[in-house]
């Protein structure tokens, strides 16, 4: 078994040539457009596009027919590849995206864009690390009525064989030997302090300056920021914090069969993507601007698209080529570069990634819930990863607990949950079906041909990367 890694800057191997390096990507961040750099990432403008050989795949969301002709889709990592380079090149020619500064409460899951240097010593002065006695010399010792307490100024420096009440957290007395803690000394009939155990000088004291001092660098630019970076971030006198931002997403969800409430009838069908992918957008990092229905209207969808000021823009069905599909004329019409059209997996064949405007992209998803989710960790995963800086995540794999079927051409993205050390795949897999990733840890890789039990498999974590819930549908 090959545990799942540890979030680096290093690319995953697949990525090496084509994934954004973090530090590249803040250098990126902050440099003025070079045009030199504005080479596109290999665009690919296909003709008719159809699902060819997947019963189903059109989806809730998407209309019309097989295409009248083939065309050759993207290998599923070549796919994810494409995205992240595409992402690259929006990054180098786009000089709007300045980091920012935020505070530190809006800070979580971003990444640092400048170096967090300590803006003062920490501790800041002498503190105790226990609850004891400050004491001055050898003991035994008088001990000074008033205690020394977190939160109050200076106090009275200690003469020798005097002690003093304190409490963790206070700042120590001058003169101060050693810290005593409460369960290490005993008070006499005099009420004299004795130690019980040997005491050495300086024990349980943090001295000023003992994790850094003022300038020292805490953390490099590029470090997301975890709610230990938070920690640090105000232990060390920060208020705010400078980040890369997070990219903008809005969402077209496209289709006149919709309804957002009740239940179904009459050929409606409730909305599963409108509830489902804003969290999801947010959960890979992105700031979800707008949340648009538009129904089956190609005007209505030309007008959202070129006036989105988004970094990306994410539809949902209509990615066919029915009567009713606007996705493809609509990106021909405002001249997009179509990246990928087509990706080889299943479910969500039938994705599509476009290069929309300088700075903009489009990712046109399946209409069916799980065949979304697909074509949102195959192409808005990355694309979402390298705007915001972050690094690739380590790739992991488990052994599959059972045998699994394959496409026999194409990848399968099938959802499993983590028991042990192991990957068990769940039923309700199809591509219109939501019981099965409901219940997910993460979604397996089965290459083409599909995979036998006990065989390590590549595992996509979801998001939230949960632990595991005790309702298995298998």
């Not at 045009?35 to 296909?46: G, I, N």
């Not at 997947?54 to 027919?65: K, L, S």
């Not at 209207?297 to 823009?313: C, E, G, H, N, R």
């Not at 009713?324 to 599509?352: F, N, Q, S, W, Y």
């Amino acid at each position: 078994m090959t545990a799942p890694g540890i979030r680096s800057g290093t690319p995953a191997a697949a990525d090496t040539d084509d994934d954004l390096d973090v530090e590249e990507a803040l250098a990126l961040v902050r440099k003025p457009r070079d045009p030199r750099q504005d080479a596109s990432a290999a665009p690919t403008l296909h003709g008719e596009h159809g699902e060819h050989g997947a019963p189903g795949e059109r989806g809730a969301h998407a209309h019309g027919g097989h295409s009248a002709h083939r065309h050759r889709a993207t290998p599923w990592p070549q796919a994810r590849e494409t995205a992240a380079r595409a992402a690259r090149s929006a990054v180098r020619s786009g000089a709007r995206r300045a980091p920012v500064s935020v505070p530190l409460a809006d800070a979580l899951g971003l990444t640092l864009a400048a170096p967090l240097d300590a803006l003062t010593d920490l501790p800041s002065f002498d503190t105790s690390a226990m609850d004891g006695w400050a004491v001055a010399g050898p003991g035994p010792w008088d001990v000074r009525e008033e205690g020394v307490l977190a939160g109050h100024g200076q106090p009275e420096p200690l003469t020798d064989g005097e002690a003093v009440r304190i409490a963790t957290g206070a700042r120590i007395p001058a003169d101060t030997t050693a810290v005593l803690r409460s369960e290490h000394g005993r008070l006499d009939a005099q009420s004299r302090l004795h130690p019980t155990r040997e005491v050495v000088h300086g024990q349980d004291i943090r001295p000023r300056g003992q994790e850094c001092r003022t300038g020292d660098q805490l953390l490099p630019l590029g470090t997301l920021v975890t709610p230990g970076v938070l920690g640090l971030a105000a232990a060390a006198g920060y208020d705010t914090v400078t980040v890369v931002p997070r990219p903008r997403a809005e969402v077209l969800i496209l289709g006149d069969e919709l309804l957002t409430e009740g239940l179904p009838h009459d050929g409606l069908i409730r909305d599963a993507l409108g509830p489902m992918l804003p969290p999801w957008l947010r959960a890979l990092g992105a700031e979800v601007t707008a949340v648009r229905r538009l129904g089956d209207d190609a005007k209505a969808l030309y007008k959202a698209i070129t006036s989105s000021t988004a970094d990306l823009v994410v539809t949902t069905g209509g990615t066919a080529s029915g009567p009713v599909d606007h996705i493809h004329p609509t990106l021909e019409r405002i001249g997009a570069e179509l990246l990928v059209d087509g990706v080889k997996v299943r479910p969500g064949h039938p994705m599509l990634l476009a290069r929309t405007k300088e700075n903009q992209h489009l990712v046109g998803l399946p209409g069916n819930p799980l065949a979304a989710v697909s074509g949102l960790l195959t192409l808005a995963e990355p694309l979402l990863r390298t705007l915001a800086a972050h690094p690739a995540p380590e790739p992991y794999t488990l052994p599959l607990a059972e045998a699994t079927h394959g496409h026999p051409y194409d990848t399968r993205l099938i959802p499993v949950v983590l028991r042990g050390d192991a990957a068990v795949p769940l039923h309700y897999n199809g591509p219109a079906m939501l019981r099965g990733i409901a219940a997910a840890d993460a979604l397996a890789v089965v290459a083409p041909g599909g995979a036998r039990q006990g065989e390590e498999t590549e595992l996509l974590d979801l998001p939230w990367a949960a632990a595991g819930i005790g309702v298995c549908f298998t």
